[in-house]
């Protein structure tokens, strides 16, 4: 006979099996990236026809998914689906921006295809734009299941509230956090380490603007923190890295941190590779 620690172990898993399984919202985000994308689809297709039957397949699967969860969404799993679709070729839009935004802005990238297959900020990105619609039509835990896919493959955190717009480029984006009632604008270009905060983290203030406010052409270099829900970043400003922000900014500022370097050079040639630092 089990024990009642097993019993109460086995009704949350059986009232979770009921629920949607992570790994497949996971697997059906990757399947409209391939639709998307040929270079991110597992099968080629030959045809129109096939195409849309890969579409369609889409679809029944999204809302056989849904269906598990159906009493906790505002509208039947069938009409989420529907309307998912509806928006599909307008985050196509939006992502194919965002890729060209990314071959323009970097040196090193050679065409759009490679910024699709191989950079982790549009990988975070794309992800981020589904799980977006998915939240405002007020879909729960999935958009969060998604973002946090999206982190464990890029190291990019993106909470699916944020509204982002057109042309986003995340460049190298390793440790980039991007808040919940974040607000950014069109050609905004973020690097690596960024982070776009709270001042504040009472549960109280769940309902209010939280984070920054990022206006159109806004650059913000590797290590830079900005945080507070009334903080905003004028347009075409350049924030420098590893600077520290909670007040606002006019447009066409230059915010930089200036550190102290000393460097010592040695007055007789060595060819020793070892070094005392010395205060």
Same mark, same amino acid.
């Given at each position: 006979?089990?024990?009642?620690?097993?019993?109460?172990?086995f009704v949350e898993?059986?009232?979770?099996?009921?629920q949607v399984p992570?790994?497949?919202?996971?697997?059906?985000?990757?399947?409209?990236?391939?639709?998307?994308?040929?270079?991110?689809?597992?099968?080629?297709?030959?045809?129109?026809?096939?195409?849309?039957?890969?579409?369609?397949?889409?679809?029944?699967?999204?809302?056989?998914?849904?269906?598990?969860?159906?009493?906790?969404?505002?509208?039947?799993?069938?009409?989420?689906?529907?309307?998912?679709?509806?928006?599909?070729?307008?985050?196509?839009?939006?992502?194919?921006?965002?890729?060209?935004?990314?071959?323009?802005?970097?040196?090193?990238?050679?065409?759009?295809?490679?910024?699709? =297959?191989?950079?982790?900020?549009?990988?975070? &990105?794309? $992800? /981020?734009?589904? %799980?977006?619609? @998915?939240?405002?039509?007020? *879909?729960?835990?999935?958009?969060?299941?998604?973002?946090?896919?999206?982190?464990?493959?890029?190291?990019?955190?993106?909470?699916p509230g944020a509204?982002?717009?057109?042309?986003?480029?995340?460049?190298?984006?390793?440790?980039?956090?991007?808040?919940?009632?974040?607000?950014?604008?069109?050609?905004?270009?973020?690097?690596?380490?960024?982070?776009?905060?709270?001042?504040?983290?009472?549960?109280?203030?769940?309902?209010?603007? =939280?984070?920054?406010?990022?206006?159109?052409? &806004?650059? $913000? /270099?590797?290590? %830079?923190?900005? @945080?507070?829900?009334?903080? *905003?970043?004028?347009?075409?400003?350049?924030?420098?890295?590893?600077?520290?922000?909670?007040?606002?900014?006019?447009?066409?500022?230059?915010?930089?941190?200036?550190?102290?370097?000393?460097?010592?050079?040695?007055?007789?040639?060595?060819?020793?590779?070892?070094?005392?630092?010395?205060?």
């Open positions: 006979m089990s024990s009642p620690f097993i019993k109460e172990l898993h059986h009232r979770i099996r009921h992570a790994t497949a919202i996971c697997q059906l985000v990757e399947g409209v990236l391939g639709l998307f994308f040929p270079v991110l689809a597992d099968q080629r297709f030959e045809s129109e026809k096939e195409l849309e039957a890969y579409k369609n397949a889409l679809q029944s699967e999204m809302v056989r998914v849904l269906t598990g969860m159906e009493p906790t969404l505002p509208i039947p799993a069938e009409e989420v689906v529907q309307k998912l679709s509806e928006e599909l070729p307008g985050i196509y839009k939006l992502l194919l921006e965002d890729a060209e935004a990314i071959a323009a802005g970097d040196p090193a990238a050679q065409n759009v295809e490679e910024v699709i =297959r191989t950079y982790p900020g549009f990988r975070a &990105v794309a $992800i /981020y734009r589904v %799980a977006h619609t @998915l939240h405002k039509l007020k *879909v729960p835990l999935l958009p969060r299941i998604l973002s946090a896919y999206a982190q464990a493959r890029t190291g990019i955190d993106i909470h509204q982002i717009g057109s042309h986003f480029c995340i460049d190298h984006g390793t440790g980039v956090v991007i808040g919940e009632t974040c607000v950014i604008g069109d050609y905004v270009k973020i690097y690596q380490g960024v982070t776009l905060g709270a001042l504040n983290v009472n549960k109280t203030l769940a309902n209010k603007k =939280r984070h920054p406010t990022i206006e159109h052409h &806004v650059v $913000i /270099y590797a290590g %830079a923190t900005i @945080l507070g829900g009334q903080t *905003v970043i004028g347009a075409y400003s350049v924030i420098g890295g590893n600077v520290w922000l909670t007040e606002s900014v006019p447009p066409y500022s230059r915010v930089y941190h200036k550190p102290e370097v000393i460097v010592r050079k040695p007055s007789f040639p060595t060819d020793s590779f070892d070094f005392v630092i010395l205060n």
